[in-house]
């Protein structure tokens, strides 16, 4: 638990979340404010800063974030397909310092722009 983390409380439970998946190192929640019909974060309950940091450190970790991602897929119904986005670093415009994957869709996400 890093001092000071939104997301460690979260997973703590100190601050309140709406879970939507969990596994034994992976908490899900829905965004505060969803940019989709679906939008949920995927975290891994230890604080790694960014996927950079977790793949450096334990790339299976990394992969049982990725996993419990598709499986908040399938339980989401998002047959359409989806999108997931992992920012990383201050040009990608990462406002949580603690590894978190959004999970998006229920509607046509069109492309990505710059
Ligand atoms: P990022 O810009 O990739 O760092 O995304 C951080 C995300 O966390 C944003 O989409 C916020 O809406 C979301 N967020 C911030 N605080 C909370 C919260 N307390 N519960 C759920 N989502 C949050
Ligand atoms: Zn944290």
Redo the contacts with the bound molecule.
């Keep these: 638990m890093a001092d000071g983390c939104?997301f460690c409380a979260?997973v703590a439970g100190d601050?309140p979340?709406t879970m939507v998946h969990e596994t034994a190192r992976t908490y899900a929640?829905?965004?505060?404010?969803p940019w989709a019909p679906t939008h949920v974060?995927v975290v891994p309950k230890d604080h790694f800063t960014d996927l950079a940091a977790l793949a450096a450190a334990d790339p299976a970790y990394l992969g049982e974030v990725f996993a419990a991602a598709a499986e908040v897929a399938e339980l989401e119904s998002l047959s359409g397909g989806h999108r997931i986005i992992a920012?990383t670093g201050p040009d990608s415009?990462?406002?949580?310092f603690h590894l978190?994957v959004?999970v998006l869709g229920g509607k046509n996400l069109g492309a990505l722009a710059g």
Excluded: A, K, W
């Design positions: 939104l979260i601050v979340s929640f829905r965004d505060l404010q974060l920012n415009g990462q406002t949580v978190h959004h």
